[in-house]
């Protein structure tokens, strides 16, 4: 008799696990403070992804739209040294990643290599993580001389979902002073 019950209070619980939990543990955003930012920032709600890496920090000036992606950029003021993050509906697969351009490298071969849930890709002088999510792709580009390669896979395992200080620290201080 007990065993059906302890049998269904996991699946019972994993509503309550599952909703409103970002990659490090801590909770999205509301969804209304959310759907406001990306309003603000002309972009869609979905596309509004954020990362984690020591010693860098979002540049708030860099957050907005770019041709109908989410962007921000992360410095590292010791080192002077920045990567972007880009957020757009895309996909990308085994057969279509060499074909799309590394952010705006065009004119450079674009290779692949497939790292565990991302997609490392490099072209010219840049390199990426792209990072597919269901119908998003979320781009960590630098300078392949300035950032190195395990800068941007530390951004890549972090990319989730803003907690409220996140979101917070992304958004324009209310008096219009630098944050």
Known sequence: MMRPARALLPLLLLPVLLTGCDADGGTVADSADLDAAARTWGVDPELVYVTEVSGYTVFQASVGEYEDEFVTAYLAKERSTKFGLFAGHDSLTAENCTKQPLGEVTDKPVTCEHDGDAWYRTAGESHEYAVPIDAVVVHLIADADKVDRA??????????????AELAALLPAPDGADT
């Open 151 to 164: 800068v941007l896979r530390e951004a890549a395992e972090a990319v989730h979902r803003p907690d409220d």
